[in-house]
């Protein structure tokens, strides 16, 4: 999967923005209701655990703080379909992953929605803003 045109293709399809980072990852600016937006980065990763090439996709929501009510987000991420909340130098993220093999088109795109649109709400949820 060439994962930098699909992210630029539906980076159009969708009105958002896009910019590659390199040959591997990608970010998208996904436009959300209320004049809203939230960065997805896509990376395409090999996994050592299964030994199979697969997609991240990735959201900051914000710092992470002592304050933080980590057991509400661990519940949260069983109401979840793709996307969970994970802890990654020092911010909280929502991310998800598929490996590129089984992936189609409309769940990458279902991915990156949850995951942008999950963010955004923990995001203004937690700090109030839109930050990311």
């Known amino acids: 999967m060439d994962l930098n045109a699909f992210m630029q293709s539906y980076a ?11 040959t ?8 959300l209701p209320d004049e809203r937006f939230q960065t997805v980065l ?8 299964y030994d199979r090439l697969s997609i991240e996709f990735t959201s900051k929501v914000c710092k992470y703080s002592s304050d933080l009510d980590l057991k509400r987000l661990l519940e949260e991420n069983g109401n979840l379909n793709h996307a969970k909340f994970s802890l990654l ?30 963010a955004d709400e923990f ?10």
Do not use: M
């Open 24 to 31: 591997r990852t990608s970010i998208i600016i996904v436009p």
């Open 89 to 118: 130098e020092n911010f909280l993220h929502v991310e998800a992953s598929t490996f590129v093999e089984t992936a189609t088109e409309e769940i990458i795109k279902e991915i990156i929605q949850e995951v942008a649109n999950i």
């Open 123 to 132: 995001e203004f949820k937690l700090t109030g803003e839109d930050v990311h």
């Open 42 to 49: 896509g990376t395409l990763k090999q996994s050592d655990r």
């Open 12 to 22: 159009n399809e969708i009105g958002g923005t896009y910019s590659e980072y390199d």
